[in-house]
Each structure stands twice: as C-alpha cells, then as structure tokens.
C-alpha cells in the first residue's frame, strides 16, 4: 500500500469485540439464535414486556465489564493517535471497549450500553449496575421510563449527519467485524463508491453481505489482520 491517505472513516461491527468474549449476533450461537430480537430489541418489545428487556441488557452489561479490549481495539486507538490526517472511528456496537483502548474520534451511531436514557426527561447518564422498572432517574426522579440507552430495531441511529459528513470526504473506508446485514451501516461502503475517491477495504473473518463492493477484502480474525493492516497504512505516512 504505497498510497497515503488524507481522511480515513473506520466502520465496526460485533466481530472486533468476539475475541474480547462479547458475542456477535448472527454468527454460530449470536445473540439473535438465543433471544427475540423482536422481544428485546424494539421499542415494542419493550412496552409490552420490559422485565424481559432489562434482564437481557443487565446481563450483557454485567459482561461488559468483565471483557476487556483486544489487539484489535488497541490498533484503531493508535492508528488514531499516529495518523496525521482526518480520522473517525463509527461503531455499530455498544460496548466501550473502543474507548478503553483508547479511542477518542469515535461515534457509536447504535448507542452505548453503559450509558441509559430517561424517556421521561429524555436525560442521559452513564449507568453500570442493573436497571429495572423501579429504578428512580437520577434527573427527575421518575421511575419506570428509564431504558438502555441503545438504538433499537425501527429507531433512528445516531450521529447520522457527521458520519454523513465524514464518509463523503474521506479516501480511505474500513469495514471491520460487520455482516453488513443492518442498515444504514451496511449501507456506508455503496456511498462512499458513490464519492468514487475511496479506497475500500472489508476486514471480517468471512466475506460480509457487501463483500462485492470493497476493492480490498482481507479475511481473519480481528485480531491478526486489523494490527497488520494498521501497520501498513501508517507505514504508508
Ligand atoms: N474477527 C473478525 N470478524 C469476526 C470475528 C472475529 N474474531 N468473529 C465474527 N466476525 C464477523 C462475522 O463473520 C460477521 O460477519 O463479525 C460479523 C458479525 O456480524 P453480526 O453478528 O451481524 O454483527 P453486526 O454486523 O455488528 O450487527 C449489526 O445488528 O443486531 C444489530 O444493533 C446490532 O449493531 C448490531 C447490528
């Protein structure tokens, strides 16, 4: 890789945190062949049975904080803090493993896990033990409207208009850990092309759903090809 890029957007999914023990969603045993995404992943499912709902997201928050980043979370941190150009780093995911790595430039466009949201005052707030319907929000005092503070399936991602903003400016795409089933994430390396100044690349243990439209695909574990590949763009200058 002899270019040298200007602006680089990173895109990540479950699979740069399996090898940190936070399991992914669609792959042998994800989350999605063990539990409804319908009942714990949408707003509805949460109105109709929001016991369940907290049960599922205290558990992963408890996993949470048991996992710790890996090879591949530390390259990203710091490819950031080398790189001399634009960077940003946009994650599907919720856990904070990006940020104990050390990231900084990072958008978690699906929400976080160790943060809830009060769907009374609409406050926001870091949040690291359980939560449940008789939890009080630590800002109004209401209980039964606090909520992970993730995005749901049929809910609007966030971030939208910077990741936007980044994606049509930058000349290098990465797509790491993702199947690029789930839009409008999936959607990002067709955009980019669109712009026809990126050089694309998939970093997956197997070929993504969008495989066909990355110029450059590599395949492994996170942790092998995403500290190699790091090394040769910053290699590059
Ligand atoms: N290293 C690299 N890639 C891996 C590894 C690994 N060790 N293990 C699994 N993968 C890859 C799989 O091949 C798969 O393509 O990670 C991908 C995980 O795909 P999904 O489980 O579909 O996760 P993701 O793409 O992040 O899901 C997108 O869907 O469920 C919603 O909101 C949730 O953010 C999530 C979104």
């Given at each position: ?7 680089i ?71 950031e803090?080398?790189f001399?150009g634009q960077f940003l ?16 430039r ?132």
């Amino acid at each position: 890789m002899q270019k040298r890029f200007r602006s680089i957007v990173v895109l990540t999914g479950a699979g740069i945190s399996a090898e940190s023990g936070l399991g992914t969603f669609r792959d042998k045993d994800g989350l999605w062949t063990k539990y409804d995404l319908q009942e714990v992943a949408t707003p509805e499912g949460f109105a109709r049975n929001p016991v369940l709902v907290h049960d599922f997201y205290n558990a992963r928050r408890k996993n949470l904080v048991e996992a710790a980043p890996n090879a591949a979370h530390y390259a990203l941190a710091e490819l950031e803090r080398r790189f001399d150009g634009q960077f940003l780093l946009v994650t599907q995911n919720v856990d904070d493993l990006h940020e104990r790595a050390g990231s900084a430039r990072l958008l978690h466009m699906h929400g976080e896990l160790l943060k809830i949201r009060c769907e009374n005052c609409d406050s926001v707030r870091d949040w690291r033990g359980d939560l449940d319907l008789a939890t009080a929000c630590p800002d109004c005092g209401a209980s039964g409207g606090l909520r992970p503070h993730v995005v749901w399936f049929g809910e609007m991602p966030l971030y939208m208009d910077d990741i936007a903003a980044a994606l049509e400016t930058c000349d290098l795409f990465v797509s790491i850990g993702t199947s690029g089933q789930v839009y409008p994430a999936a959607g990002f390396v067709a955009e980019v092309r669109r712009g026809g100044l990126a050089h694309t690349v998939e970093l997956n243990l197997d070929p993504s759903d969008g495989f066909s439209l990355f110029a450059e695909k590599i395949y492994g574990p996170a942790t092998d090809v995403v500290p190699a590949f790091v090394a040769r763009v910053l290699a590059a200058g």
